[in-house]
């Protein structure tokens, strides 16, 4: 039986009220032990890398991170997605996004994402179509971004209680139906309280605080796209949020600050890159087991 697209996986993911991770890689020898956890707890998963990775961290850019990848692939557990490659990045320069996108597709990344979050309404919804345009000719799903996932800019974030009081930046539902049917994007990553984790220098290694999500906002969001919606900022999130996202239309969750700074605490610890992955694999588990929830979940979803 041939294999299912990442399209397909994510859809059965949203039908059984399940959300696959997406683990993103700043470090390239997070990627071992990322895929021999998820290989090992029988579930799925998404092995990502967005561009402020590559800018301030060391996965070097999507070349790099596709040929480490393909020396552990294993396509039945675990496949490669592009995460954030922003029109405007998050120290407000205007990147130059779709040659990086056919990078990616010739690269053999089976699904990607734009972000145009930072740009208007009519803005964002151009340029995710056109990204669209060509990610659907090779048959690549694409994921977009409606309302602001704030945290990976420089500045500090205003009072998270207060951001969340005032529901600065989320999602609006009015906008995700017709951003949703202009752009015929495939996943949404949705604004409904959560936060990226710090990357900014002298932050970045701050324990995350504790988001709250606004299921209520996500089930009106839920319905008016009628796509698998995503939720970034996984980090952090009370799990009971994560597990009730789940269940209104969260299908995919990006884990990125957990796995990072587990990777970091321990080679700062020890100086041994082979204990920084153990960190990697240990956390990851726990995060299939505990957290999330799906370990032995690779029949239901992939086949
Ligand atoms: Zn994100």
Redo the contacts with the bound molecule.
Sequence with gaps: MPMLSVAAIIKNARAIGVAIPAFNVPYLPMIEPLVNAIADQDSFALVDT?RPEWIKFESKGPAAVAEEFAKWRKPDHVRLHL??VPVIDEDDQRVDYLPIFKEAITLGYESVMIDGSRLCLDENIQATREVVELAHAANIPVEAELGA?LGHEVGPLPPYEELYASGLGFTDVNEADRFVRETECDWLSVAIGNV?GAIAVGRKDQKKIEARLNLDRLEQLRRATNIPLVL??GSGVKQAYVIGAMKHGIAKI?VATEIRQAYEVALKGTGSVVKAQEAVYARTTWLLKEYLGIAGIRARVAG
């Design positions: 967005a995460d954030h996932v990226h970034h900022g990006n």
